[in-house]
């Protein structure tokens, strides 16, 4: 089981930068796949970006050129450099780790952008 832990949500204007980090630990967890979501209220966790164990990569349409995922295997962290920030990028953001068909979740980091 791997466990979760993110931080560096926070409020921001439009325009700008935040960095998330997810720190991981438990079992294997440089074998997982990792990925962020994010959530607003009443509608679906959808997927921001993922990272495989073999360093394939997936973005959101939304958020091509804007947001760069990245894995620090020797530190067991997941980052999400979010850039250009848009008001619409607002959401609860959580980390996500995936072994062998488990999905493991974080509680969650709440990112604020402002117009």
């Known amino acids: 089981q791997v466990q979760l832990v993110e931080s560096g949500g926070g409020l921001v204007q439009a325009g700008g930068s935040l960095r998330l980090s997810c720190a991981a630990s438990g079992t294997s967890s440089r074998d997982a796949d990792m990925g962020w979501y994010r959530q607003t209220p009443g509608k679906q966790r959808e997927l921001v970006a993922r990272?495989?164990?073999?360093?394939?990569?997936n973005y959101a349409d939304a958020v091509k050129g804007r947001f760069t995922i990245s894995r620090d295997n020797a530190k067991n962290t997941v980052s999400l450099q979010m850039n250009n920030l848009k008001p619409e990028d607002t959401a609860v953001y959580y980390c996500?780790?995936?072994?062998?068909?488990?999905?493991?979740w974080g509680q969650g980091t709440q990112v604020t952008v402002s117009s």
């Open positions: 990272i495989r164990s073999g360093g394939g990569l």
């Open positions: 996500n780790a995936r072994l062998w068909g488990v999905d493991a």
